[in-house]
């Protein structure tokens, strides 16, 4: 029987990262064919594509490299791959699978992976997650789900996964919904059906800039006066509990709202922002009642990825819609 063709990316992040010497930190350099080598299982389950598209720590990746990337993802897609399998750094990882997920239009999943130990470090997770994410591209019940990550046996859905912990080996969850899926003596197992998923069409224009300022404690408004006249195309706002700013800042932020969308998501890693519970000025229905849209359940760095998706393709006025609360 013909083994499925299997597309792999390799973009760098710690996954790829060796010492040149015993003295000096890791830096990117073991590339796509290296990566494939490490998980020999991988010729049994498939006949693979291997490229290397990037050698990069993920905080250095930019939106017009993903567009290259997903640029050739479909394409291999069209060639006939049942499945493409990203490995990046995981700094950035939610971001790059929330920005990938908007734009995935395909049935064949689009998996990505990272390790939280260098290539040569004893215990190294990069060759079990790889394979565990070759296993989720290749599996049939992973088709229509998206783009998903695979890390340490679990499967989590790119507009629910977050970077938890910084230097733990457990360092992606998905907080309110939990993960999607498991690797269960290497089956892929899902826990809950795949949900439907609204797709953008490619941004035609790239060049626009989205802020995102955090609040913080008797922070002054200095440099959110400054965003309008800095040319920013949008602004988020990870807010305080269920998104909140201080007064001063909610001002500021009617004047910015009258010129660009203000979205204030919560700052606090997990959970909605409100709708209808305070009032004071600064709340979620002040600031609504000031122009500002509010993220719900969409983090600030996902929400931040979304808006420059929907600027880049002149439909900001759907902004609400793709942040329903329910
Ligand atoms: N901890 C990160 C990683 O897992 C470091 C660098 C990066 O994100 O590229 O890859």
Redesign the pocket.
Known sequence: MDLPKLAIAAL??????KARHISEGVI?MVNGEALLASVPELKTLARVNVETLGM??????DFEFLLSVLSWASFQIKQGAAGVVIT??????EEVATFFDHLWHHDQPLVLT???R?AAQAGADGPANLLDACRVALAASSRQRGVQVVIHGQIHQASAVRKTD??ALQ?FSSPNVGPAGLLVEDSVCYLRPPSPRKVLPLPHQTGHRIALLEASLSADTRILENISGLGYAGLVIAGFGAGHVSESWARTIEFIAQHIPVIVATRTGSGSTARATYGFDGSEIDLVRKGALMAGFVCPRKTRILLWLLVGCERQDELADFLKQD
Do not use: I, K, R
Not at 12 to 17: A, F
Not at 56 to 61: G, H, R, Y
């Open positions: 760098g992040g710690t996954v790829s990262m990117p990069l720590p993920s905080a250095s990746v990046q750094g995981t700094d950035a990882l990272g390790a939280m260098s910084s230097l360092a």
